[in-house]
């Protein structure tokens, strides 16, 4: 990839790659191009029209577990502001938005109660609106929010209950929105969420246990392994349920959303080589092996025997429901290295894997560094994660449900420094272009998500890491868009021009 070069300076006037190869016409017409967002980081209005508290209503109240001390109260006001929201991504030439439905606002007690209409409203007009822009919905049923009182009276994702539950929740959104809505995905990245809810305990329920420090309940080696098996068999609830009563005349697709980082040897040698294996298999395996083989790989099979549940013949039964296609979040490649046959030490929160990751190699950063943790800026990573999901699951079509850069911020930085974001434009360009070998190499991918179209609420570090192509001000709530939007909107662009020239 040569260096994309900024000729012009002014923010409204065009942007030129000059030696990039990267054009809209490298992807198909078909190909979904977005913005991606979820419900919890931009919608704020966190108990208007009868939504009721969810997990991160509560966790982000509690002292001490947001970096900046803030929540989601208000966050972006999309609730309010849906229809501005869904104006810009017009003006960028989007043809897909993908967004998560907030649980609590559809069904505040979840099957204790009754479908609140509000909630359905909202996402009806939403939907509705995208619809008017030719923006296709893409739809997150689970993006980390639960009700809070499926927590209280049951533990969540801990109780078998929890399955029942969300097929539930699942059939409230099939019913009400899936004459509109082509593209569901189930969970996003439930490999985050057990990892970060039951093994260290930074997100809800913030259960762990010794020699993790700072939980008042949990069991780091058994509960992550007893939810991501809940989570598993909620997905394939949800999709039996739309197989059974829906697709066939909905005629939509319906997948899951990973966090997949790619991991290089730390060392070319064969024990490094494993633990990078080891590690995918651990991150992505867990979830997608069952649902697409049947059951988990033979990596976490052999570390941790009966720690690892097992599936009934009724759970395989509804586990033949198996995915349409592959979400994949990337942002980042870390080196692994074995910590199994070699003595080092690794961190806890890399679970049972015995690898221990890593960014740096000899004093050397992978790539450059971003504002969030663990994310360098290395483009090829991209192609070598698709083309990992292509070989391990037969070519399964693939979305690229979020890809993005993150710039640091607090209070005192003003506006303008945020706006020039060159460094975005380039990662994103970057691993577009990195997207597009592996498309050439015949990987069946057919959408790319930029996460994010807003700058938002950002789970732990609050709004004190900024994703948008749009700058947001916390004070005034006012969208402003930084140069990357500009430059997203140019590619999308070029592919109209390139339309009209073939036809
Ligand atoms: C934006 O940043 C680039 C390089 O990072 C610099 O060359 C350019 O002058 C900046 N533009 C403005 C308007 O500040
Ligand atoms: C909102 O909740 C209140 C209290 O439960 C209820 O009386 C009201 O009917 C609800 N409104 C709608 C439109 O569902
Ligand atoms: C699906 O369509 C058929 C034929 O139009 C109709 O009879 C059936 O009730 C529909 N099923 C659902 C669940 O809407
Ligand atoms: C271990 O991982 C956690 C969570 O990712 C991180 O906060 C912590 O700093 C890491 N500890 C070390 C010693 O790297």
């Known amino acids: ?41 931009i919608e ?21 577990k947001i970096k900046d001390g803030s929540n989601g109260d208000v966050a972006d006001d999309h609730y309010h502001r849906y229809m501005e929201d869904v104006e810009l991504m017009h003006s960028l030439g989007l043809n897909s938005y ?13 099957r204790f109660g009754d479908v609140n209409s509000l909630g359905i409203e909202f996402y009806n007009k939403l939907i509705d609106t995208l619809l008017l822009k030719e923006i296709q919905p893409f739809v997150t049923l689970n993006h980390y929010d639960i009700p809070q009182e499926l927590e209280d009276r049951y533990g969540s994702w801990l109780s078998p209950q929890i399955q029942q539950d969300y097929g539930y929740f699942a059939e409230v959104c099939f019913k009400a929105f899936g004459d509109r809505v082509k593209h569901w995905t189930t969970f ?32 780091s080696a058994i509960e992550p392994y007893l939810a991501a098996h809940n989570i598993i068999l909620s997905h394939a609830t949800a999709t039996s349920i739309y197989r059974e009563r829906y697709q066939v005349n909905q005629s939509g697709m319906i997948g899951m959303v990973m966090n997949s980082a790619w ?20 991150d992505n395996g867990w979830f997608l092996d069952p649902i697409i083989y049947g059951d988990y790989p033979p990596e976490m099979r052999q570390i941790l025997g009966p720690r ?7 759970d395989k039964e509804k586990l033949k429901s198996k995915l349409d296609f592959i979400g994949i979040n990337h942002y980042t490649t870390l080196y692994a290295r074995d910590c199994m046959f070699s003595h080092c030490t690794f961190n806890i929160s890399q679970g049972d894997t015995f690898v221990q990751t890593t960014g740096e190699r000899d004093g050397v950063l992978i790539g ?45 930085v003003p506006m303008k420094d945020f706006l020039n974001d060159t460094e975005r434009i380039e990662y994103l360009n970057g691993y577009l272009a990195s997207l597009s070998t592996a498309m050439r190499r015949h990987a069946d991918v057919r959408g790319y998500f930029i996460w994010s179209l807003l700058d938002n609420f950002e789970w732990l570090y609050g709004y004190s890491l900024r994703f948008g192509l749009y700058y947001v001000d916390y004070n005034t709530l006012e969208r402003t868009p930084k140069l990357s939007a500009f430059w997203y909107k140019q590619f999308l662009n070029g592919e109209k021009v390139q339309k009209q020239k073939a036809s």
């Open 1 to 41: 990839m040569k260096k994309a070069v900024l000729v012009s300076v002014g923010f409204l006037q065009l942007i030129s790659f000059i030696s990039c190869a990267l054009d809209r016409s490298q992807f198909p017409p078909s190909f979904l191009f977005g913005t991606a967002t979820s419900s919890y980081q």
């Open 44 to 64: 704020g209005a966190y108990l208007v029209d009868n939504k009721s508290l969810n997990n991160w209503d509560v966790f982000t109240h509690l002292a001490g």
């Open 98 to 110: 993908r967004f998560s439905i907030s649980w609590s606002r559809i069904l505040p007690r979840g």
């Open 188 to 219: 996003n990245e439930p490999n985050v969420l057990v990892k970060k809810g039951y093994l260290i305990g930074t997100y809800p329920p913030s259960h762990c246990s010794y020699p993790l420090e700072g939980c008042r309940s949990g069991d």
């Open 263 to 282: 991991y290089v040897p730390f060392r070319n040698i064969p024990t490094d080589r494993s633990a990078a294996q080891r590690v995918l298999a651990f």
């Open 308 to 314: 690892l549940p097992i599936f009934s013949l009724d």
């Open 368 to 412: 450059d560094p971003t504002a969030m943790p663990d994310f360098y800026v290395v483009p090829y990573g991209i192609e070598k994660m698709i083309m990992y999901f292509k070989e391990r699951y037969n070519n399964t079509p693939m979305f690229i449900t979020e890809n993005g850069y993150a710039q640091a911020s607090n209070k005192d």
